[in-house]
């Protein structure tokens, strides 16, 4: 069964800090680009960073530039999300997805093939 599963959310304070992981079961993640994607209540889901099958190409959104560092370790079969300085907007349900063939924008959904259940970010004093 083919799955990706993320792990690492929880409940911060604003400025802290948290790391997601996306671990892929079933399948080796090392030949896919993988992307975060997070959604707010009430807003659609969007599109914050992507990195390449290899890790040597990284894409972030401006609203996470700088405070964000997305990696990988494709021994482990994992994406990490490293969140430093955590803002309460940053509140969402965040989720990996897995793209086997990457062709257009990183940031758009349609271009990712798996996607994991989400794990929940509260950013919130």
């Known amino acids: 069964q083919l799955q990706l599963v993320e792990s690492g959310g929880g409940l911060v304070q604003p400025g802290g800090s948290l790391r997601l992981s996306c671990a892929a079961a079933?399948?080796?993640?090392?030949?896919?680009?993988v992307g975060w994607f997070r959604q707010a209540p009430g807003k659609e889901r969007e599109g914050i960073s992507s990195?390449?099958?290899?890790?040597?190409?990284?894409n972030y959104a401006d609203s996470v530039k700088g405070r964000f560092t997305v990696s990988r370790d494709n021994a482990k079969n994992t994406v990490y999300l490293q969140m430093n300085s955590l803002k309460p907007e940053d509140t969402a349900v965040y989720y990996c997805?897995?793209?086997?063939?990457?062709?257009?924008?990183?940031?758009?959904?349609?271009?990712?093939?798996?996607w994991g259940q989400g794990t929940q970010v509260t950013v919130s004093s």
């Open positions: 997805a897995a793209d086997w063939s990457p062709a257009g924008s990183w940031s758009s959904e349609a271009e990712y093939d798996y």
């Open positions: 079933g399948f080796d993640l090392g030949y896919y680009a």
């Open positions: 990195i390449s099958s290899s890790g040597g190409r990284v």
